[in-house]
Nanobody, 126 residues
Framework: QVQLVESGGELVQAGGSLRLSCAAS????????MGWFRQDPGKEREFVAA???????YYLDSVKGRFTISRDNAKSTVYLQMNSLKPEDTAVYYC????????????????????WGQGTQVTVSS
């Protein structure tokens, strides 16, 4: 059974930093592209960042230069380092896994991803 478990979300002041983690089990982690999405109440879930099997990264324009996605295949974990946080970054953050034959690319759409975690709440106060 595939499980994705996010952690690291909390309340932080604007300008602060957080590192989210997503631990995967029940799958061959290196065979998956990994992504982070977020959803604020009343809004649709949006893509935040993704990392391909080969390490290539993709970001939502509004987080470029502030967020960094990385992966540790030995630990079956994907991370999202978030710096210079803004109130508009407040959301539930979800990680997702995409079984991908493509070593270089990672999807940026929800439909690309097969498995999802339960989410972790990030709240940025002004």
């Amino acid at each position: 059974q595939v499980q994705l478990v996010e952690s690291g979300g909390e309340l932080v002041q604007a300008g602060g930093s957080l590192r989210l983690s997503c631990a995967a089990s029940g799958l061959t982690f290196s065979a998956y592209a990994m992504g982070w999405f977020r959803q604020d109440p009343g809004k649709e879930r949006e893509f935040v960042a993704a990392i391909a099997r080969g390490g290539g990264t993709y970001y939502l324009d509004s987080v470029k230069g502030r967020f960094t996605i990385s992966r540790d295949n030995a630990k079956s974990t994907v991370y999202l380092q978030m710096n210079s946080l803004k109130p508009e970054d407040t959301a539930v953050y979800y990680c997702a896994a995409d079984f991908s034959k493509n070593f270089i690319r990672a999807g940026t759409n929800e439909q690309d991803y097969h498995y999802w975690g339960q989410g972790t709440q990030v709240t940025v106060s002004s």
